[in-house]
């Protein structure tokens, strides 16, 4: 999905536009999706692309919506430059921006942590 700037700006809101194309984080304790029980697929806010199932999310207490596998072709990952060498998670339709990947959550099935900015996403109910 090929955008131009300016175009990204008129269909985000400012935060939206920050986190999924400037690569911002939202303050964490904040994203309306955090709390979010319901069962449905998270979806990117920019481009619609189905990107987690909600029986993948689970409360890591760190602020951010989080989940343990993402939807098979959904995301994909770059190695971020720099000093903490983290690998962020990028929309695999519109390369937006949507949060990091940790291996640290030896109690979920695939040990992964997807902490994902709320704001990046949207929800659909099942």
């Known amino acids: 999905m090929k955008k131009t700037d300016t175009e990204w700006k008129t269909c985000l809101s400012e935060e939206e536009y920050s986190v ?3 690569k911002a984080t939202e303050k964490p304790f904040t994203g309306k999706l955090l709390k979010n029980k319901e069962k449905g ?3 990117c806010a920019g481009c619609r692309n ?3 199932d909600s029986k ?3 409360d890591s207490g760190t602020g951010w919506p989080s989940f343990y596998d993402a939807k098979k072709g959904s995301v994909k990952f770059e190695k971020e430059k720099g000093i903490f060498g983290r690998t962020e998670v990028l929309c695999s339709k519109c390369n ?3 949060g990091h990947v940790f291996d640290d959550a030896p ?3 695939t040990r992964k942590r997807y902490c994902i900015n709320s704001v990046a996403l949207g929800f659909k109910k099942k």
């Open 20 to 22: 999924l194309r400037k």
């Open 41 to 43: 697929n998270y979806i």
């Open 107 to 109: 109690e979920m099935p």
């Open 50 to 52: 189905v990107l987690f």
């Open 96 to 98: 937006g921006h949507l």
């Open 56 to 58: 993948t999310k689970f």
